[in-house]
């Protein structure tokens, strides 16, 4: 299911789902969509019938098609297999792109026809919340194909980054990597609980980083970046020769992390979908107060 589609519809798009699966489960994902920043809950049933429907198969779609956002599991052969059929059927104008959290693009579409018309659209979940998406392209996608797919991410009213050219992991990923790695160090080497090592997130740097980036944080706290580096380089550079290894995520430290989670949140079913609802009305209230602050 695509993460777009309630964006898409509150922008007036036609949008038509393919799946093999029965399309029953359409009204309970609407409501999931429904009072979001996006103001979904004004949207009419009769606009909802008259732009989202859905089919089984993709063939008698593309003639009205201008964009195919392709949403299956993340399996590598899955996606090529299915991105080789669509290869088959689309014309010269549509967009073929992925949700693909990290698979590169250059093993997603090696060997399609339309290569050129490829790229990787990467949201950030839940999308409805978090308006980033990483643009990815393949080392032949065109740049009108960018172009065209960032300028639809800014008209549904999320926050397109431009991945300049491949590498494993992205751009959100690889940082999002480099941060739980050293976290895991820090829980593993007995230096920080892991209760105590996710308030350093919550109830420090993320605070900061919900409005501005690392990059800018450093500019912020000096009188400008070179200052920042200037006074600063040294410092990083000597707590940086200091991280170890990559952790193996198993063992003795994955069930202590595993223990201390489950303090907080047990790990049954029930109480994993209420943190999750918890989280996402935490990232709805902070996407509205987003909107209404606006820098300087």
Not at 2 to 24: I, K, Q, W
Request: hydrophobic share 40%.
């Amino acid at each position: 299911m695509t993460p777009f589609f309630p964006l898409s519809l509150r922008c007036g798009a036609y949008v038509t789902f393919c799946s093999e699966e029965n399309f029953t489960w359409f009204d309970d994902i609407l409501q999931k969509y429904k009072q979001t920043q996006y103001g979904l809950s004004t949207l009419r049933a009769k606009l909802l019938a008259s732009c989202c429907r859905w089919q089984r198969h993709a063939t008698t779609v593309t003639p009205l098609l201008s964009r195919c956002q392709e949403c299956v599991p993340e399996n590598l052969e899955l996606k090529q297999q299915l991105f080789a059929q669509l290869d088959q059927i689309v014309d010269g104008n549509v967009v073929l792109s992925s949700s693909s959290s990290c698979l590169l693009p250059s093993k997603l579409f090696a060997g399609l026809v339309h290569v050129r018309q490829c790229l990787v659209a990467h949201p950030v979940n839940p999308p409805y919340h978090v308006p980033l998406v990483e643009l990815v392209p393949h080392p032949e996608t065109a740049p009108a194909t960018m172009d065209r797919t960032y300028a639809l991410m800014r008209q549904i009213g999320q926050s397109p980054v431009r991945i300049l050219k491949e590498v494993d992991g992205f751009a959100l990923n690889r940082l999002q990597y480099a941060l739980i790695g050293e976290a895991w160090r820090l829980v593993e080497a007995g230096i920080v609980s892991p209760g105590d090592l996710d308030l350093v997130m919550s109830d420090g740097l993320g605070l900061r980083y919900a409005f501005i980036g690392p990059l800018e944080t450093m500019h912020l706290n000096a009188e400008g970046m070179l200052s920042y580096c200037d006074r600063y380089r040294e410092g990083m550079k000597r707590v940086l020769k200091t991280f170890g290894p990559i952790p193996e995520f198993s063992g003795a430290v994955a069930e202590k992390v595993h223990q201390a989670m489950c303090v907080k949140v047990p790990d049954d079913p029930e109480h994993l979908a209420a943190r999750r609802e918890w989280r996402d009305g935490c990232l709805m209230r902070l996407a509205k107060l987003k909107g209404q602050v606006q820098p300087p």
